[in-house]
T-cell receptor
Framework: SQTIHQWPATLVQPVGSPLSLECTVEGTSNPNLYWYRQAAGRGLQLLFYSVGIGQISSEVPQNLSASRPQDRQFILSSKKLLLSDSGFYLC????????????FGAGSRLTVL | AQSVTQLDSQVPVFEEAPVELRCNYSSSVSVYLFWYVQYPNQGLQLLLKYLSGSTLVKGINGFEAEFNKSQTSFHLRKPSVHISDTAEYFCAVSGGGTSYGKLTFGQGTILTVHP
């Protein structure tokens, strides 16, 4: 069955520092991967999606970037973090029950101080 | 463009009472609708989904939801809640087609079940 690994689970970083969050997926044949962010007191917002290696689409302008170096790997990065980058970052992949249904990883909680 | 409105940010109920979490959506195309649950510091778990067919859908943990196209609603219900149902619930919509996987979420409803 499908498994989504995210790390680190928790991260505290100072403003201006770089960021790298990693997501790897196992047990799925669907190549699409997604990064969502949940900011405090807000719903989830789609940040990036990827349909394959090296193919990234950004949904909203922001201080973050994403990369897909391998088929099963999706990375979220920033060169200089802002306070507003704090939040809960979730990686997702289409589930076995249909492409319209997403399975989410356990998330990475980022606090920028 | 799509949007989702969850009408209640917090819903407190007593154990074994019924509960309804309200969700309205707007979309210019046919939609797929979802309810996800998030327990503290965890990812999202799918409760139920409406893709097509019967407008009454049943999910895990005794939850069900009814798709009402005329009222553009997808309210979540459970006839008798348990303490373990305390969590945050998110309603989401997808336009399908080339936008599949791109979900638009509501702001979330925190359900607190009291003993």
């Amino acid at each position: 069955s499908q498994t989504i690994h995210q790390w680190p689970a928790t991260l505290v970083q100072p403003v201006g520092s770089p960021l790298s969050l990693e997501c790897t997926v196992e047990g799925t044949s669907n190549p699409n991967l997604y990064w969502y962010r949940q900011a405090a007191g807000r719903g989830l917002q789609l940040l990036f999606y990827s349909v394959g290696i090296g193919q990234i689409s950004s949904e909203v302008p922001q201080n973050l970037s994403a990369s897909r170096p391998q088929d099963r790997q999706f990375i979220l990065s920033s060169k200089k973090l802002l306070l507003s980058d704090s939040g809960f970052y979730l990686c997702a992949s289409p589930s076995d029950s249909g492409a319209n249904v997403l399975t989410f990883g356990a998330g990475s909680r980022l606090t920028v101080l | 463009a799509q949007s989702v409105t969850q009408l209640d940010s917090q819903v407190p109920v007593f154990e074994e009472a019924p509960v309804e979490l309200r969700c309205n959506y707007s979309s210019s195309v046919s939609v797929y609708l979802f309810w996800y649950v998030q327990y503290p510091n965890q990812g999202l778990q799918l409760l139920l989904k409406y893709l097509s067919g019967s407008t009454l859908v049943k999910g895990i943990n005794g939850f069900e939801a009814e798709f009402n196209k005329s009222q553009t609603s997808f309210h979540l219900r459970k006839p008798s809640v348990h303490i373990s149902d305390t969590a945050e619930y998110f309603c989401a919509v997808s336009g399908g087609g080339t936008s599949y996987g791109k979900l638009t979420f509501g702001q979330g409803t925190i359900l607190t079940v009291h003993p």
